[in-house]
Nanobody, 120 residues
Framework: QVQLVESGGGLVQPGGSLRLSCAAS????????MSWYRQAPGKERELVAT????????NYANSMKGRFTISRDNAKNTVYLQMNSLKPEDTAVYYC?????????????WGQGTQVTVSS
């Protein structure tokens, strides 16, 4: 059974930091590109950051560059999102995503999400 379980969300003051974790099981984690998405109330889900299967390449949405860092530990089947200098507009539910494209199909899995609230 495929599972992606996010943790580490919570309430933080503006300028603070949080580290999100996503523990994966039930699939070959090290062969998947991993991403973090977020969805704020009334808004569409948006891509936050992506890391390739071996961790060699990362990409970020422009508004997160320099503040967020995505990383992964393939030995622990876990992907992380370090979020610094948080702003109220970073408030959202953050979702972990796993994806692998093969010749026949795309494999895509989602976690249940973890709430991040940035407020004083």
């Amino acid at each position: 059974q495929v599972q992606l379980v996010e943790s580490g969300g919570g309430l933080v003051q503006p300028g603070g930091s949080l580290r999100l974790s996503c523990a994966a099981s039930g699939f070959a984690f090290s062969t998947y590109t991993m991403s973090w998405y977020r969805q704020a109330p009334g808004k569409e889900r948006e891509l936050v950051a992506t890391i390739t299967s071996a961790g060699g390449v990362t990409n970020y949405a422009n508004s997160m560059k320099g503040r967020f860092t995505i990383s992964r530990d393939n030995a622990k089947n876990t992907v992380y999102l370090q979020m610094n200098s948080l702003k109220p507009e970073d408030t959202a539910v953050y979702y972990c995503n796993a994806e692998k494209v093969s010749v026949l199909r795309t494999y895509r899995y989602w976690g249940q999400g973890t709430q991040v609230t940035v407020s004083s």
